[in-house]
């Protein structure tokens, strides 16, 4: 039971009920709705003090802080990779306006995250010297099929972070819904560069292209989703270019400090929560492709993993340490 | 929620949509009724949240097994949607090798595979998984282009906002886990189907906080605008969208979820 939902009940039988209990009826409706009226100018410092208010509501520990920051930094580097895609040329006009809404959503996710962390937060990097796109002048991110490879990438990468740290902020409700809904905006982000990959960077109708097995290589044609291991990626191991290869993106994690009954298991996982996946176990899938099983579900992967992979794009080689 | 509940032991209150003997205006009417209608209203009230037994209605249960049949809920009813869709004449009158059709096919194998997992997962967790569900649809939905990817769209997005807004209530790390894994899966779904919807629309304001709130600043969860999160919704939001594609006796009852 709660007091609002009561109040809310009592409304629908008897409008007046907030005059019965106030005469100052605006305070009991502004009480669930604080801020709804203030001006524009005012909302930056309230939204400050409301998420001050309702992040702190469980205490924020140092883990769940560690792990908003490390989700920060990899929202700063996706968000200055998106700002590096004005030099990319050869792209089609719907691949550039795909990449302005992707763009947009990374530079929000990092103002949301400062937002939450305040004082805490890490301050945002030089715009030069700290990232590294060329991965050490191994690619040039100004060409758009490498570019797209390497958003996949970024993204695939992504996806597989927030849900490897769910576990960690869940005893904080308010912070694992949150980290929930940035994690499947970065998965449509995944979705929508592997449809423009497979349609081509020229293409106008990126959901139009057709996937093509083993779905590796830089011009290789993936699924929306990740089967199997993707055959290693873009940047599979036998074409790694000076060690570099994206196979580790798709691979299995470090299960070292993993939470107890978890496994960051690689994308061609199909075991799931101690259930095989086949026809046999589950009987209406009898003529299933082989691959559906695996694709069906995403895997996590342990902060140490991710920032090693994340480290391949940091001039210090460091950063996400 | 009311007349259900009305419906058993207790006599209805006429007196509440029925003219009195002497017209008297609402607001007096309560003056005078007040305390008895308070009373009879505050307890209507707390039961909708505690009665776990709607007549007719399938309920999905409380805590982690609760949320497991909640998802098994859901992914029947996408399953089916898709198993559906590929008798349609949308379906079938598809070109061999064309893009939507391998992308039907892959939603329609991942579909049931999250249901008949689910299913193994409830059972293997010793509990028992809700009862097959009835699906309703619109007529015609199948044979049209339009309907069936506005109706995957329905679904893939609500799908997506369901399993964000229902991971707070599991209380196992390997089930929170396992929820998202499927979940960005189900992301990755609506994202290419709005896209044959309408290019670049894998992501919007309607599923996303881009340039509105999800919610009133200091609601919980809330999340402002350019922020750019999923708009995730309660069991309850869920279940008001989802019980409109099932048959009396399918519709859900998630009140034991909070």
């Not at chain 1, 003090?49 to 140092?62: L, S």
């Not at chain 1, 792209?91 to 937002?115: P, Y």
């Not at chain 1, 081509?200 to 199997?228: D, E, F, H, M, R």
């Not at chain 2, 009813?77 to 598809?94: I, P, Q």
């Amino acid at each position: 039971m709660n007091f609002f939902q009561i109040i809310s009940e009592i409304e629908k039988v008897d409008p007046e009920v907030y005059d019965r209990l106030d005469s100052r009826r605006s305070i009991f409706k502004n009480m669930a709705g604080l801020g709804q009226k203030l001006t524009a100018a005012a909302i930056p410092l309230a939204v400050g003090a409301i998420f001050n208010k309702a992040y702190a509501q469980t205490p924020v520990g140092a883990g769940v802080n560690d792990v908003l920051n490390f989700a920060l930094k990899l929202e700063y580097l996706e968000s200055y990779f998106y700002n590096a895609r004005t030099a990319v040329t050869g792209l089609s006009a719907a691949n550039t306006s795909a990449l302005n809404l992707i763009a947009t959503d990374e530079a929000n996710h990092v103002s949301f995250l400062r937002a939450v962390l305040q004082g805490n937060a890490i301050a945002p990097p030089a715009v030069t010297g700290v990232f590294d796109f060329t991965a050490g002048g191994r690619f040039n991110p100004a060409d758009a099929t490498t570019y797209l490879a390497l958003a996949q990438s970024l993204e695939d990468t992504g996806v597989r972070a927030y849900k490897g740290a769910a576990p960690l902020v869940m005893t904080n409700k308010t912070v694992l819904t949150a980290a929930l809904n940035i994690h499947s905006v970065e998965a449509r982000h995944a979705s929508q560069l592997r449809a423009m990959r497979r349609a081509g960077i020229n293409s106008s109708a990126p959901s139009q292209g057709v996937a093509v097995a083993p779905y590796s290589g830089l011009t290789g044609a993936p699924k929306s989703w990740i089967s199997g291991t993707d055959g290693g990626g873009p940047i599979p191991a036998a074409n790694a270019v000076r060690g570099f290869s994206t196979a580790g993106i798709y691979g299995a994690g470090n299960n070292t400090n993993a939470p107890a009954t978890i496994t960051f298991a690689a994308e061609d996982n199909v075991i799931q929560g101690g259930v095989t996946l086949s026809a046999t176990t589950l009987t209406a899938t009898a003529g299933f492709p082989a691959a559906a099983y695996s694709e069906a579900f995403d895997e996590g992967l342990d902060v140490g993993t991710v920032a090693a992979i994340a480290n391949n794009f940091s001039v210090s080689g460091t950063y996400f340490n | 929620m009311s007349h259900k509940i009305l419906s058993g032991s207790q006599a209805p209150e006429p007196t509440l949509d029925q003219p009195l003997y002497t017209p008297i205006k609402r607001r007096s009417f309560f003056m005078y009724a007040g305390a008895t209608a308070g009373a009879t209203a505050l307890v209507l009230a707390g039961c909708s949240k505690d009665d776990n037994n709607m007549p007719g209605m399938v309920n999905v249960g409380s805590s982690d097994v609760g949320v497991l049949n909640y998802a098994y809920a859901l992914e029947q009813l996408e399953a089916d949607f898709y198993t559906k869709v590929r008798m349609g004449s949308y379906y079938t009158a598809l070109a061999p090798n064309s893009a939507e059709k391998q992308i039907f096919d892959d939603l329609y194998y991942h579909e049931v595979i999250h249901r008949d997992f689910l299913r193994a997962a409830i059972t293997g967790a010793n509990a028992t998984p809700i009862k097959a569900l009835d699906t309703v649809y619109p007529a015609g939905t199948f044979n049209s282009r339009t309907t069936v990817l506005a109706t995957a769209k329905a679904f893939e997005d609500l799908g997506v906002a369901a399993y964000n807004g229902a991971g707070q209530y599991i209380s196992t790390p390997l089930y929170l886990y396992i929820a998202g894994k499927i979940v960005s899966v189900e992301a990755r779904h609506a994202a290419i189907i709005r896209d044959l919807v309408t290019e670049g629309s894998f992501v919007g304001n309607d599923v996303i906080t881009l340039t509105t709130p999800n919610k009133a600043a200091g609601d919980t969860n809330y999340a402002p605008a350019n922020s750019s999160l999923e708009r995730s919704m309660t069991p309850s939001e869920v279940v008001a969208i989802a019980n409109t594609f099932l048959a009396e006796g399918s519709k859900l009852d998630v009140s034991g979820l909070r």
